[in-house]
């Protein structure tokens, strides 16, 4: 039988991102009575799962992004030597499950998961994109539930704002006293999830030496630069080594 198991030697080499959706999320808004159009407690569990996917999973990926129900996990080394397959199958099952744990355990939630070969120098890229979605995600969304409250359906809103620029976005908020630029910085830019080593001084009392040692700690940073400014490109390059 494993002969017709075509898809199961499909395999990647690393440096890889592995990309994870939420599955028809947007039921969790009544299920949970989440806020709209951006809820904390939902990101904080996004968060929660990120931090768990770093360190719990046996995955070790080396960092996550993370903005509305996506995340982005970055791969310089692969586990189950690189099976796609497999390396999707886990990764998507271990956030739901972290995820759902997060809500309390009540929820029933899926991912899908994707494989994007990449390269250090794509990986800064990849990373400055997935976060100007973040924030053309985040304008579109105010403007959804504006149009929302003002009596039209959501299909409705939706079509009315597909295709606009985000200057008449923009405008769209400011015209109703909202500016969009005052929100908070984890809806506007999304949060990194990432290993910090921190270097710390000790005392053996059995030589009488100082002892240096490193350790590895999950930090979540949610007051992000723009990836796409020098300093933002400073700061990825500090973390991606």
Excluded at 79 to 105: H, Y
Aim: one cysteine or more.
């Amino acid at each position: 039988m494993e002969n017709r198991e075509i898809f199961s030697a499909i395999t990647a080499i690393p440096p890889v991102f592995v990309r994870l959706d939420g599955r028809t999320f947007h039921r969790l808004t009544e299920s949970l009575g989440l806020e709209k159009p951006f809820d904390e407690f939902f990101h904080k569990g996004m968060v929660t799962t990120c931090i768990s996917l770093l360190s719990e999973s046996g995955l070790n990926p080396d960092l996550a992004f993370t903005f509305s129900d996506e995340i982005s996990l970055w791969f310089t080394r692969l586990p189950f030597n690189g099976r796609v397959e497999k390396i999707d199958s886990v990764a998507a099952s271990f956030a739901a499950s972290a995820l759902s744990l997060a809500f309390g355990g009540t929820t029933l939630l899926s991912f899908d998961a994707r494989v994007i070969p990449a390269t250090p120098a794509f990986a800064l890229e990849y990373l400055a994109g997935r976060q100007g979605e973040a924030w053309r995600n985040h304008i579109n969304a105010y403007c959804q539930q504006a149009l929302i409250e003002e009596g039209m359906d959501s299909r409705a809103a939706a079509e009315q704002l597909r295709g606009l620029p985000a200057q008449a976005l923009h405008e769209m908020m400011h015209e109703r006293g909202f500016n969009l630029a005052t929100t908070p910085a984890w809806q506007r830019r999304g949060t990194l999830v990432y290993k910090k080593r921190t270097i710390k001084e000790g005392f053996n009392p059995l030589t009488q030496e100082t002892v240096v040692t490193e350790r590895s700690s999950v930090v979540a940073e949610s007051d992000l630069p723009l990836f796409t400014t020098p300093e933002g490109q400073d700061f990825l390059n500090s973390i991606l080594g």
